[in-house]
């Protein structure tokens, strides 16, 4: 069945970098889409990233972009996301979607000093 | 970016009764090519969202149908014929549309 596990999270300074990884298995990761979602504690998802199956496009929220990166390695059926110039308000817990359709249980970023 | 609004914010219900729950989109969803790129999640306590139906109204297989999508162009409607105490928690609308992606504020659903 199909698996997504979300690991790298963890607490870290503002103006500090982290780097999220999604191991996916179960369903041919090189034919699929595959996003970042965030969900800060008491609100709602916000979409972060999207990237292409083939990797060669990518499409942020404004919220993120020029501070974060989302990247695959077809070859480890692994998706990344790297996080620079973190601030309190990327305080989230981080989740990696196939399409819109299944969701990893997400690991959780916490941006304090 | 498409805003998406859902109402009620929040709707307690007896089980074995019916619920309903809306969902506005600031634009169109309905795209040149016919499909509506409308969905909706339920997020229950502790656990991650889990997509309950796709373009309006097409059902996530495994997901009972009492849950029934409707709607068109900016209005939609999630309907849940008979409330099961697992139904609890809180749905999401999602436009898939336009990017980015866009949720509505959730409608939380609890049992009487």
């Known amino acids: 069945q199909v698996q997504l596990v979300e690991s790298g999270g963890g607490v870290v300074q503002p103006g500090r970098s982290l780097r999220l990884s999604c191991a996916a298995s179960?369903?041919?990761?090189?034919?699929?889409?595959m996003h970042w979602v965030r969900q800060s504690p008491g609100k709602g998802p916000e979409w972060v990233a999207v990237?292409?199956?083939?990797?060669?496009?990518?499409y942020y929220g404004d919220s993120v972009k020029g501070r974060f990166t989302i990247s695959r390695d077809n070859s480890k059926n692994t998706l990344y996301l790297q996080m620079n110039s973190l601030r309190p308000d990327d305080t989230a817990l981080y989740y990696c979607?196939?399409?819109?359709?299944?969701w990893g249980q997400g690991t959780l970023v916490t941006v304090s000093s | 970016d498409i805003v998406m609004t859902q109402t009620p914010l929040s709707v307690s219900v007896t089980p074995g009764q019916p619920a309903s729950m809306s969902c506005k989109s600031s634009?169109?969803?309905?795209?040149?090519?016919?499909?509506?790129?409308l969905y909706w999640f339920l997020q229950k306590a502790g656990q991650s969202p889990q997509l309950l139906i796709y373009?309006?109204?097409s059902r996530v297989s495994g997901v009972p149908d009492r849950f029934s999508g409707s709607g068109s162009g900016t209005d939609f409607t999630l309907k849940i014929s008979r409330v099961e105490a697992e139904d609890v928690g809180v749905y999401y609308c999602?436009?898939?549309?336009?990017?980015?992606?866009?949720f509505g504020q959730g409608t939380k659903v609890e049992m009487k």
């Open positions: 999602m436009q898939g549309m336009n990017l980015p992606p866009t």
């Open positions: 179960g369903f041919t990761f090189s034919n699929t889409i």
């Open positions: 634009q169109s969803l309905l795209q040149s090519g016919g499909k509506t790129f």
């Open positions: 979607a196939k399409s819109y359709h299944t």
């Open positions: 373009e309006v109204s």
């Open positions: 990237i292409s199956s083939d990797g060669a496009r990518e």
